[in-house]
């Protein structure tokens, strides 16, 4: 193991990592408190105010997958289709199969100039996470409570609300609703099977009511839909602990422009149409399990330096007084505090306390990556 990832696996890298995620977070948290006044005035100032701040916390974790980790993201795109993306508002349809498929998104924002912008339909329970959920209240991302008979009403006015946004902007949707595990395909085959829908093999069966309200709210707003595969080189399952102790993985996305003129308007040709885009699909995942790769030519969208500048100065930002108030304290002369504050840093890497260390720093993703049983 070289120098660099013998410190990229060091607790303590990953403690300031997540220290400088948190207090910059809650900082910039404060500061997109402090734009309500700019709403009422300005209101296209404010959001663009707070796509700027949103774009300060999500470039953290594209700095961590992109420069910390050195995960490389590789694009399978039609190239004439290229220099659209950017440059129109699109809703990306995206299988949700893996643990960091977020920052994976995040990633490509940041190489189409979209991450500040970036928007997505999450579960409420999200919305109060610190920092990132936070964060997603000034951003105006749709928040979802999976129960129709309330999501049709705020879903739509959410949407609504986008239609004079003032910069261009993807729309995130996971139709499958929920992350992949054998189980939750099991149950959701049954459901097909009862309905007369194809079986999927590498994904669950599309909740087609949130696309069908996207669509129908966002027409003449969005230009297309962005069908979206994201896979993993050699069979990896990338974690957000893996990433953060400096393993790379390779990612592949696919993605196809569907213009949002070819997507049906009434509410069952629509959910028909997502079901048939889901068993294209499979086919894609299955055609890269089979032969490593998919169709098309692979685009170059390289890795861009922003998320890795702006993570820097926050860590310099933050770790000076971090750092101040350690020198204070190893002159402080005193053997007990010293010693306290040894014990306090690496007693996380003693047995019994070496995963309690991880634990307490993961707390936060604990609270969001929790999966629900009982789906
Ligand atoms: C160039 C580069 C391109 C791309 C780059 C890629 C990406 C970058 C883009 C943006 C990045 C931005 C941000 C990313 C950051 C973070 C995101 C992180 C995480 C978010 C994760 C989530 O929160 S996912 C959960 C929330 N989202 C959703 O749920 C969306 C999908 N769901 C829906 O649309 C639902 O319809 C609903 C939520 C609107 C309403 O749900 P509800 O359950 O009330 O209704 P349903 O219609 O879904 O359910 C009833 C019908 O479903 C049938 N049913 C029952 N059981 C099942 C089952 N197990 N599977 C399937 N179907 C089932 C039931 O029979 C009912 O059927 P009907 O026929 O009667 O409709
Ligand atoms: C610390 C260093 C910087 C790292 C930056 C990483 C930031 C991570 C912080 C907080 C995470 C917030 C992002 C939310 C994305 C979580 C995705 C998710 O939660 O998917 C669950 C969804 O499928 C449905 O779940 P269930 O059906 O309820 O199961």
């Known amino acids: 193991m070289g120098l660099g990832e013998c410190l990229k696996s ?44 949103g774009y300060c916390i999500s470039s953290q ?48 924002c940041d190489r189409f100039g979209v991450l500040g912008s970036a928007k997505v339909l999450v579960k409420k329970e999200l919305a109060y996470v610190p920092v990132i959920g936070w964060m997603w209240y000034f951003l105006e991302i749709v928040f979802c409570k999976r129960k129709w008979e309330e999501d049709r009403i705020t879903v739509s006015q959410s949407l609504q609300k986008l239609r004079d946004y003032p910069e261009n902007f993807w729309f995130l949707l996971f139709c ?32 087609t009511k949130g696309f069908w309200v996207t669509i129908q709210n966002l ?7 962005y069908d979206s595969t994201l896979n993993f080189r050699n069979n990896e399952s990338p974690s957000l602990s893996g990433i953060l102790s400096g393993k790379k993985y390779h990612a592949d996305l ?17 959910a028909a149409w997502l079901h048939k885009l889901y068993q294209e699909k499979d086919g894609f995942q ?30 310099a930002l933050l770790l000076f007084p971090l750092g101040a108030f350690l020198v204070s304290l190893l002159s402080s002369g005193s053997t ?22 991880r634990g307490i720093l993961c707390l936060l993703f604990y609270l969001t990556f929790r999966q629900r049983a009982e789906f």
């Open 336 to 357: 007990l505090t010293i010693l306290a504050s040894l014990a306090f840093c690496y007693g996380g890497q003693c047995p019994p306390f070496k995963h309690n260390a």
């Open 176 to 207: 499958e609703g929920t992350r992949f595990t054998a189980k939750k395909h099991q149950i959701s085959m049954e459901v097909a099977e009862k309905k007369g829908l194809p079986k999927l093999k590498h994904h669950l069966l599309p909740r």
């Open 286 to 315: 299955e055609q890269y399990i089979q032969t490593g790769r998919y169709p098309g030519p692979i685009v170059s969208a390289p890795r861009r330096l922003g998320p890795l500048i702006n993570w820097l100065c926050w860590s």
């Open 61 to 108: 974790s594209v700095a961590i997958l992109d420069w910390w980790s050195g995960t490389e993201c590789t694009l399978y795109t039609d190239p004439k289709m290229y220099p659209l993306y950017g440059n129109e508002n699109g809703i990306v349809v995206l299988n949700h199969q893996f643990e960091i498929d977020f920052m994976c998104g995040w990633s490509f």
């Open 10 to 53: 060091q607790v303590l890298c990953q403690v300031l990592i997540s220290y400088v995620f948190l207090a910059s977070g809650l900082l910039i948290n404060l500061l997109q408190l402090c734009t309500l006044p700019v709403w009422w005035l300005n209101k296209s100032l404010a959001r663009r105010i707070n796509c700027r701040l």
């Open 254 to 270: 696919y993605v196809r422009r569907i213009p949002l003129e070819s997507i049906p308007e009434g509410e069952a040709e629509c």
């Open 219 to 225: 027409r003449g707003t969005v230009a297309a839909v």
